[in-house]
């Protein structure tokens, strides 16, 4: 490819062979459209199996995601109420709240759309899967968020999105485009697999490392610890302490905040803004491997919610969470996986059970230190530290080259298409 600027007309990359091929041509939407099928204006009868009726949070990939689906039609329905069907390399297209997300029809389903989904479908000047790229590229897609009408609920109409202005190219520099874009969506998916495959690993390891509920050795152990025996059930308190002491005044440590996505984390960094006000003497300050929760959560103490102090070496918290420390002879990394496998939840939820017959949600960090706790020696619980972080570093690793791939996609795609009046 090369750059091509003598223009607005024609994208900043272009392959060589279309390099003397000429501006791209302006065309009004509707001109571009062979039919839109739009039944929107009254909900469907449902039914419990049938034809998978898409809504709008089922969009946003090249292909609808079906998992997505909960709502069905039966045969009747199919045949009777809807005024129009879509079919195989329509788009599909939200008109309401996520405006212009897209997703191609394909073969092996038969999907219906009502409400706040219109079906696109292009004629013989344009290819489907082009279509389907020229829509989701940034700076055709702000042409419709542009147009919308409402704050709350954004909304589009169909009669003013047919009056945009859209530039395209010969067929044969479509299907050029096409085919980048789609190679590089399939390697995407291809990474994507793999890092689902790696975090579905990580979940069926961490089931069998711990022991299941009413045993006391994990399914699967590390050879050298076969013969070590039974882990030993102790109360949690017993290990761990609280933690409550309060911030000097005159220290000056970084505000934290307990983030379920992304761990223990600077306040400022999370919400973009100092949120905690100059009198933070109720403030409890912690150090590297402290754990916080948070007993006020109406989600309390499912995956993700107890958390390990490892970014920073101290903080302080509001007096909001509750704050403990385990003892020097255990590792604060393994009870970080301990908790994130899920091996405590049943006695915790049979403490929120008890609060909410006494009409106390809140888990208090006495209570929480009361459930017992099944402890393998230090190094058992080293290695299955390792074992797992070593897991968990792939799983970023993969993750990170996602992000990658997307990131370039994106890139590519603004430069592939032209921007014509953008800023």
């Known amino acids: 490819m090369t750059d091509e600027k003598s223009s607005p007309l024609v994208p900043t990359l272009r392959f060589p062979e279309f390099r003397e091929a000429g501006e791209w041509v302006e065309k009004k939407f509707r001109h571009l459209l062979k039919i839109v099928i739009d039944n929107r204006g009254k909900t469907p009868p449902l039914s419990n199996e049938g034809y998978p009726l898409i809504e709008v949070n089922a969009l946003g990939e090249n292909l609808i995601d079906y998992k997505k689906v909960s709502k069905y039609v039966d045969e009747d329905t199919y045949c009777d109420w809807f005024r129009g069907h879509v079919q195989v390399g329509d788009i599909l297209f939200s008109t309401v709240g996520n405006i212009a997300e897209c997703s ?20 013989e000047n344009i290819l489907s899967l082009f279509g389907f790229y020229l829509l989701t590229v940034f700076q055709n897609k702000n042409k419709f968020i542009k147009i919308t009408m409402g704050a709350v609920q954004p909304s589009l109409k169909v009669s003013q999105m047919i009056n945009l202005l859209f530039y395209i190219p010969s067929i044969s520099e479509q299907q050029k485009i096409a085919a980048c874009l789609s190679s590089l969506d399939e390697l995407i998916t291809a990474h994507s697999k793999k890092l689902d495959a790696l975090k579905k690993h990580k979940k069926g390891l961490m089931q069998q490392l711990f022991p299941a509920e009413g045993q006391t050795v994990p399914i699967l152990r590390f050879p050298e610890f076969s013969e070590a025996g039974e882990w030993v059930e102790k109360i949690l308190g017993e290990i761990a302490k609280p933690v409550t002491k309060k911030v000097d005044g005159t220290d000056k440590v970084t505000v934290l905040t307990l983030s379920a996505e992304y761990g223990i984390i600077s306040q400022g960094d999370y919400f973009g803004k100092k949120i905690a006000g100059e009198n933070v003497e109720r403030y409890i300050f912690i150090i590297k491997n402290d754990f916080v929760y948070n007993d006020r959560t109406t989600k309390l103490f499912t995956y ?42 049943s006695q915790l939820h049979s403490l929120i059970n008890e ?40 799983i970023t690793a993969q993750s990170q080259k ?4 997307k990131k370039h996609k994106k890139g590519l795609m603004q430069q592939l298409f032209p921007a014509v009046g953008e800023e």
Not at 109 to 123: E, M
Not at 362 to 387: D, R, Y
Not at 402 to 405: F, P, V
Request: include cysteine; charged fraction near 20%.
């Open 104 to 123: 191609i029809v394909c073969n092996e389903k038969q999907p219906v759309i009502a409400q706040n989904i219109v079906g696109l479908r292009f004629n």
């Open 304 to 345: 993700g919610t107890i958390k390990r102090l490892s970014r920073y070496q101290s903080g302080m918290v509001s007096p909001i969470y509750k704050c403990f420390r385990f003892n020097e002879d255990e590792s604060p990394i393994f009870w970080e996986w301990y908790f994130e496998s899920g091996t405590h939840e």
């Open 355 to 394: 609060g909410a017959r006494t009409g106390r949600f809140n888990i208090s960090i006495q209570k929480f230190l009361s459930i017992s706790v099944l402890v393998p020696t230090l190094p058992e619980q080293q290695k299955i530290a390792a074992c797992l972080s070593s897991l968990d570093e792939l």
């Open 402 to 405: 996602l992000d990658a791939l």
